[in-house]
């Protein structure tokens, strides 16, 4: 297959169109819905979703009775079907239908030269400005055998569902207008049933507040359906004998708008989207209540759709590249209004659980380990902000440094102006001359100053500061309060047992390392701490990770974590969508090439400084992930019994108590077999 085509990564691409109608004209709006229909496929699109009753027109109000109208729409329908038929996206088309003696307001789907089946609308607007009820039979009251014709051709009619069998996942079922606007939507039966697109064909005039209306009922209905949502509504061209027309088109997923159109537009509009169907699997497959409340929908057998089955026709061999941005840090948003209340969320998150975690046990001291790196600051800060909430002295607070055979003086000097800006008690504890006694004891080359610097050179002065701070806090009354952060739990990245990886809490456990940076600078510009506090947290954001375990000759670079496991914005991406979504590798690894080839390309979160704005090419991206996957299975039994912490992101948690649970001695072949096939390919 070939690799960046959106298509073999599950994607889907979508297009809502509105164009120019003339009213009471079946013949010329064929023509303008063929010409749409056209753009839209060379667009890539396998779904084209038109307007409501756009063959005819929406306003024609007492003409929907007559004959001949429904003679010229019948032609049109076919016309549609014969001028698409080297098209293979389906597309759907409004059109009043006569059936069983009544007309009908339909949505007609269309694809390669056949007219497919006629969905009706099932609840009719009568009220305010709609007088639906006077030209249509309402859908939900629909009886007869279930065909109409069209044309001639003989076809389902009623809730159809469009099942692609060459794109996996990609079922579609349509809905008119007013439907998504009733307490129970024909469309929440349809993702019940199987649906992964909603197409909802709108006529839907345009008053005050109305457009803003329209986005909360179909965000809200993608979210709770979890599905994708394509909205088209009339524009150019209806009669403004007593309404008016703005043709809003916008699309969903899952509650997240990933496009919309220009209103009020003289052109033509046609908005595009590549709709992730995997997203809905995974959410379906996770969330046990959705499929009970599929079973427990005493409604759901009289909503049962009709299956109908085509092929898109896509060439797995094609170069068909994702038009979607996708955000590089799925842990952190974009938006700076929603940035600023998800750090606001999780700072006050771990805040009340550190809270109600001394409370719970006497209100002991917090005796925490602090580097001046990343981890051990926003640890700090947050017992310091739970100390203030409960009215205890910040001195409460047992600060240590503990500098080993690597420790840089501008570390230290931070971790000793932090603890004076806050306020805490703060010590200095040098571990070298006991890790040196205890390499000597053990016959490493290290304890007579040979310079090996293997994996127990580092562990003994991981295992060494543990050590003390439990020591301590057995001596001093105080609990030891871990710092260590969830990529590092999903890379392995710490020492298990008398390490770095056991507290008697740990407070970061459910943060990232890419939105730690961010929750530390949503502190300083609250001005919690004060401006000396604000000047040394801003002086540790901009330090090199590094665990500072292997010393540095002169002239050579310090030890870099992201050099050796990983940068942490790729492996936080690998996170989220390898766990959060479960998605295949390959899929993840044409995720984070599009989302990070090009720096210039989509945004990048509030604040984040323009130096640290990189890209990677495929070959870096799938190294990384590879290394990730290995890692990740590798190190679960660290992870197993992680000490408890609080669940912070939305995105996951990976405590076996909170969110994660596999077990450690999992094979992670699967995985890295799926890699392999895009190495091939590229």
Not at 2 to 14: D, E, M, T, W
Request: charged content about 20%; overall charge negative.
């Amino acid at each position: 297959m070939q690799f960046n085509n959106l298509y073999n990564h599950g994607f889907a691409r979508v297009c809502a169109v509105t164009s120019r109608i003339w009213a009471a004209d079946p013949a010329r709006n064929a023509e303008q819905i063929v010409q749409m229909a056209k753009k839209a496929c060379q667009g890539g699109a396998a779904l084209v979703v038109f307007p409501e009753l756009c063959v005819s027109g929406y306003a024609l109000d007492d003409l929907f009775h007559q004959v001949s109208l429904l003679d010229e729409v019948d032609a049109a329908l076919e016309t549609i079907a014969t001028k698409t038929r080297d098209l293979g996206a389906l597309l759907l088309v409004g059109a009043p239908l006569l059936y069983e003696g009544r007309v009908y307001n339909c949505c007609v789907g269309i694809q390669r030269g056949r007219i497919l089946a006629a969905t009706p609308k099932m609840y009719l607007a009568s009220y305010g400005e709609f007088y639906e009820k006077r030209y249509f039979a309402e859908g939900a009251r629909a009886g007869g055998d279930g065909i109409v014709q069209i044309a001639d051709d003989l076809v389902p009619f009623g809730r159809v569902h469009y099942d692609c069998l060459d794109v996996i996942g990609f079922t579609v079922s349509p809905e008119v207008c007013e439907d998504v606007w009733v307490p129970l939507p024909p469309s929440t039966y349809d993702a019940l049933s199987g649906a992964t697109v909603i197409a909802n064909l709108s006529g839907s005039p345009i008053t005050v507040g109305r457009a803003k209306d329209r986005e909360l009922m179909v965000a809200s209905q993608s979210a709770r359906a979890q599905v994708a949502y394509v909205y088209a509504a009339a524009g150019l061209g209806e009669s403004s004998t007593d309404l008016a027309w703005d043709g809003q088109t916008m699309i969903y997923e899952a509650g997240t708008q990933l496009a919309s159109g220009p209103r009020f537009s003289r052109e033509d509009v046609l908005t595009f989207a590549d709709v992730d169907l995997d997203r809905f699997a995974a959410a379906r497959m996770r969330q046990s209540s959705y499929d009970d409340c599929r079973a427990a929908t005493p409604m759901l057998d009289a909503f049962e759709p009709v299956l109908v089955e085509w092929t898109f026709g896509f060439d797995p061999q094609q170069t068909i590249p994702l038009e979607r941005t996708l955000d590089r840090f799925p842990f952190v948003p974009d938006d700076p209004k929603q940035l600023d209340q998800d750090c606001f969320e999780a700072y006050n998150i771990q805040v009340s659980a550190l809270v109600r975690r001394m409370e719970s046990i006497g209100s002991p001291k917090i005796v925490i380990g602090v580097s001046g790196g990343l981890d051990s600051t926003h640890a700090l800060i947050v017992a310091a902000r739970a100390m203030d909430l409960v009215g205890r002295p910040r001195t409460d607070i047992l600060a240590f440094t503990m500098p080993g055979f690597a420790t840089s003086d501008h570390t230290k000097s931070n971790a000793y102006a932090l603890g004076k800006a806050l306020g805490v008690t703060f010590e200095e504890l040098d571990i070298r001359p006991t890790a040196l006694g205890m390499l000597k004891a053990m016959g490493h080359p290290a304890g007579d100053g040979e310079e090996v610097y293997d994996v127990t050179f580092e562990n003994v002065q991981a295992g060494l500061r543990t050590d003390f701070l439990f020591r301590i806090a057995n001596q001093r009354g105080g609990i030891v309060l871990g710092t260590g952060d969830m990529s590092e739990l999903a890379l392995g990245w710490c020492t298990y047992g008398v390490g770095d990886q056991m507290s008697h809490y740990v407070i970061n456990s459910g943060l990232p390392k890419t939105m730690i940076q961010h929750v530390i600078r949503w502190v300083i510009a609250q001005d919690i701490f004060g401006a000396d506090a604000a000047k040394v947290l801003d002086s540790i954001l901009n330090t090199e990770i590094s665990p500072e375990l292997v010393p540095a000759k002169e002239g050579e670079e310090i030890q870099s974590t992201q050099a050796k496991i990983g940068p942490y914005e790729l492996q936080d991406f690998n996170l989220y969508y390898l766990t959060k979504r479960g998605y295949l590798p390959a899929k993840v690894a044409f995720m984070s090439w599009n989302a990070w080839a090009d720096r210039e390309r989509g945004e990048f979160p509030a604040g984040y400084p323009d130096e640290e704005r990189r890209q990677y090419d495929l070959q870096t991206i799938l190294d990384w992930e590879e290394l990730f996957i290995k890692r990740f299975f590798a190190n679960q039994f660290k992870r197993s019994c992680v000490p408890n912490g609080p669940k912070v992101m939305g995105g996951g948690s990976l405590s076996p108590r909170g969110d994660w649970r596999m077990p450690s001695d999992a094979s992670a072949q699967g995985w890295l077999a799926d890699l392999q096939w895009v190495r091939e390919a590229i």
